[in-house]
């Protein structure tokens, strides 16, 4: 086989690979639209939709608008159907609570990063590995520790209670151990030279903080924020038990009131989670170039 033939081959098996990969990404994408787009409460399991099977009507439930639908098929009586809590305002909840989460997380683990990573204390090495310890604990086994403080807490101060956003945004900025673990490592790349010069011109600790190292540290703190995110709008079983009414429902706790034991209702679902797509959509938009520019900038000349 000669080289050409040889590049040839090589090259057919990444476009395959590749294509491969977005297949496994988009087709389960599409089959989740179309179940959005089909009459009837009908499982994902289908790429097409006959012209005679479009409908809207799932779509006009999730964004809260009135819609007509044949109770008796002999008779065309016809009943008009109203969403009672509005899934807009899960989805606001969602923004709501995810955006609080991330920017908590980023200025407290961010904060506490930079004391790891530059300063040197007492039990300093102790406290990283007891952060560490704490990660490997899923949430859920704090469940009912979280809703026995939440509950304690709600007596005595009702806006960080049970069935408060307030309440669930504090338990996820509880988990901001691998984010501090993951900062500190990248501030520990930069030299420390840059803020030893910063100081020499007269900066304090705080201002080389601020107007030094944050900005080279753009590219982690997205990446941070993206992950911190996407786990706040899609996470269920902290939210599931903290918010008990449909006005404080998530996107991903408002969602599975659709999928009922003795009813499944596909359609609703579906468009209710392409509709939660549209927020990480435009957060990581947004924070793309700042990754980006990180990984093109190229490494600190000293």
């Keep these: 086989m000669s080289p050409q033939q040889k590049l040839n081959l090589r090259k057919a098996l990444a476009h ?24 009837g409460h009908f499982p994902p399991s289908t790429l097409w939709v006959r012209p005679d099977q479009l409908s809207l009507e799932h779509w006009k439930f999730v964004l809260g608008i009135p819609y007509q639908e044949i109770v008796n098929p002999a008779t065309g009586e016809l009943r008009t159907i109203h969403a009672g809590t509005p899934p807009l305002l899960w989805l606001w909840n969602s923004v709501l609570i995810s955006s609080c989460s991330a920017l908590g997380i980023i200025l407290l683990s961010g904060t506490a990063a930079y004391a ?14 007891a952060l560490l310890i704490l990660q490997m604990f899923p949430a859920v086994l704090s469940l009912v520790a979280y809703y026995v403080l ?17 309440g669930l945004v504090a338990i996820y900025l509880a988990g ?3 984010n501090i673990w993951m900062i500190k490592g990248y501030f520990e790349t930069i030299p420390v030279s840059m803020e030893e010069s910063a100081r020499i011109d007269g900066a304090s600790q705080f201002q080389t903080f601020l107007r030094v ?4 540290s753009a590219p982690i703190f997205a990446v941070v924020l993206i992950l911190s995110f996407i786990h706040a709008m899609s996470e269920y079983p902290v939210a599931s038990v903290v918010l008990q009414t449909s006005e404080t429902w998530t996107l991903a706790v408002g969602a ?9 209702l596909w359609g609703r679902f579906a468009a209710l989670a ?3 797509g549209v927020p990480i959509t435009v957060v990581f938009l947004l924070c793309q170039k700042f990754i980006i520019g ?9």
């Design 256 to 264: 599975n009131s659709f999928l009922y034991e003795q009813e499944k």
């Design 116 to 129: 790891f990573a530059r300063m040197r204390f007492k039990f300093r090495g102790q406290v990283l590995s």
């Design 274 to 276: 392409v509709l939660g």
């Design 176 to 178: 901001i151990s691998i």
């Design 294 to 302: 990180g990984l093109t900038s190229g490494g600190v000349k000293e």
């Design 213 to 216: 190292l944050l900005p080279m």
């Design 150 to 166: 939440l509950d304690y807490i709600g007596q005595h101060f009702r806006l960080l209670g049970l069935n408060t956003i307030p």
């Design 16 to 39: 395959a690979c590749l294509i491969c990969s977005v297949a496994i990404v988009l087709v389960p994408f599409l089959m989740v639209i179309v179940a959005s787009l089909r009459k």
